[in-house]
């Protein structure tokens, strides 16, 4: 099988990619290597998947023109797209980046498989849920209350996904993602943020006076939830009525799976967990709900378990731990 990835220089899309590589299939990454983060990182990262003969890469940015006749896809089956200019804070101070990227860059992805006749999987988010408090998140119920324009722009995605779906008779499947972490992970991430500043003898900056609940999904089960929707088979019957409609039902080909970890944790109890793996305590600078977050999260991962048959395996413990365990070992090498 041959996998066009997006934003393969990106956390998620590098080890999604590096996942395909090691099973032998055909992978072709897109990313444009922008700054939004240390693009030295992005740089290691695609200097590992360049080690496998089985890659390919266009340097690129998705809302160009040319992204089409560039990309070469003949004989490829899926595109999993993966780029998007990402963070909810970022989102308040730039939301023009926003719009490129996740609507208009979004829009160009959505020609190509169309073009391509390619299944579509696509990133979204579990901030679509938004002022939604009614726990556990569950596809069945409706995301139409988004409270920061990032999520905005991802429940757009699964709107114009679902269009395109029907007119086009594609494939198209959108994975709502729960508080990603691991190695590799982006910077400007709480884990990634929280390790950093402890070790430089820096206060951590905790919002909401840490009256926060998260659920935090390992890496390695998101990408396991991915290769699961590669190889999703969709009904030969819908379960669509139109006389009673719901949101995890469609008429086209189209589907909407949670992927998380479903056993949240207070951030309170994840920093404490983050202390005991560097021995180090963290000088806590606590401060007041931030402007577009949400206090808890949590997946409802029924539908997914029983349709992808997706089990998250890593406990936050664990995963903590491997992402520590990376980060000392990464910035040892690459510091001197």
């Given amino acids: 099988m041959k996998v066009l990835i997006t934003g393969s220089a990106g956390f998620i899309g590098f080890h ?72 909810v804070r970022y989102s308040i101070e730039n939301p023009n980046a926003y719009t490129q990227s996740n609507l208009v860059g979004f829009a160009n ?6 073009n391509h006749k390619l ?12 002022a939604n408090e009614n726990f556990p998140f569950s596809e069945n ?12 722009t991802k429940r757009a995605n699964e709107l114009m996904a679902h269009s395109y779906s029907f007119m086009y008779d594609l494939e198209t499947i959108g994975l709502r993602f729960f508080t990603v972490y691991g190695p590799y992970g ?46 999703f088979k969709f009904p030969e019957t819908s379960l669509w009525n139109p006389i009673a409609p719901s949101p995890q039902f469609s008429s086209a080909r189209f589907k909407i799976f949670n992927l998380g970890n479903n056993q949240p944790i207070k951030l309170m109890d994840y920093i404490n967990l983050i202390e005991e793996c560097l ?19 949590q997946a409802d991962i ?27 070992d990464y910035y040892k090498k690459n510091n001197g």
């Avoid at 992805?109 to 169309?114: D, G, M, N, T």
């Fill in 16 to 87: 999604l990619a590096l996942k395909l590589l090691k099973k032998g299939f055909e992978v072709k990454g897109i990313d444009n290597l922008n700054d939004y983060y240390d693009v030295s990182l992005k740089k290691n990262r695609l200097a590992v998947l360049k080690n496998f003969s089985n890659f390919s890469f266009i340097n690129i940015d998705i809302t160009s023109e040319k992204l089409d006749q560039t990309s070469k896809l003949d004989g490829f089956d899926v595109c999993v797209h993966l780029a998007a200019q990402a963070g």
């Fill in 119 to 130: 299944r579509l999987i696509f990133a979204s988010t579990s901030s679509v849920y938004g």
């Fill in 302 to 328: 029924s539908i997914s378990s029983k349709e992808l048959g997706y089990y998250p395996q890593v406990d936050v413990k664990d995963g903590i731990k491997k992402f520590i365990d990376w980060y000392l």
């Fill in 186 to 231: 982006r910077p400007d991430m709480a884990l990634f943020k929280f390790t950093k500043n402890i070790l430089e003898d820096k206060p951590i900056e905790v919002y909401n006076n840490g009256d926060h609940l998260r659920d935090f999904t390992y890496v390695d089960d998101i990408v396991n939830g991915i290769l699961l929707s590669i190889k």
């Fill in 279 to 297: 021995h180090k305590k963290a000088n806590i600078n606590f401060l007041p709900l931030q402007a577009g977050d949400v206090v808890q999260t």
């Fill in 109 to 114: 992805i959505l020609e190509l498989v169309r």
């Fill in 141 to 152: 119920k409706i995301a139409d209350h988004p409270i920061q324009y990032y999520a905005a």
